[in-house]
């Protein structure tokens, strides 16, 4: 699972319907050289959505609601969101009007041949299967997940155990961007050390087996 963040506006929250309204993502490059490209959502949006299968979260892990509608435009993709009545969420919503939080972000899988990887090192996403997204308090750099860089990780471990090599300079250029864009951006917390130490020691081991052949590699 991969999470990307765009901030939205406090005016785009009704009260009174428990409604809250905003771009879930948009289709600009982010901090780490991911595009977005339009058209990406559009299967999640004609079939997930209209089953239930797209959930509204609080911090990627509480269910807050559901989508009433879901379209993409000239700026990326536009969803509004019904909020339960519940406690919570009312809480929830007095936060957001505060700006306390302040951004929404989702959570969503890559799709086999659905990317790539341009000549400056960009990933450019076409499709992705949306299963949820979240407001957020701090909002991650697009990518700089935990989720995500271990994934890489792992791939680049099981490669080198079977006597491989990752040979694309660019998933490796990513992989550093995204750890780097991780301990930048993250609020310092006991669960987050927690985390995050595991996998940069995951990732030392990664680097240390990578050996000679990191030599070669020319980063644009």
Known sequence: MEYKSIEFKAEEIDVSKMEVSGYISTWDEDLVG???????FKKSISEAFPRGKVKALWEHSLPMGMPLHMAEDSKGTFAVTKLSNTVENVARIEYMKDGVVDSQSIGFNLVKGKYDFDEHGRRNIYEVKLSEYSAVMFPANPNATLDNIKSLTTQFLVEQSKG??????NELKYLFDSLKALIQTDEPSIDTHNEVKPLIDECTVALKSLGDFAKTIKFK
């Open 34 to 40: 991911d595009i977005i490209h339009p058209g990406a």
């Open 164 to 169: 491989l090599h990752i040979t694309d300079s």
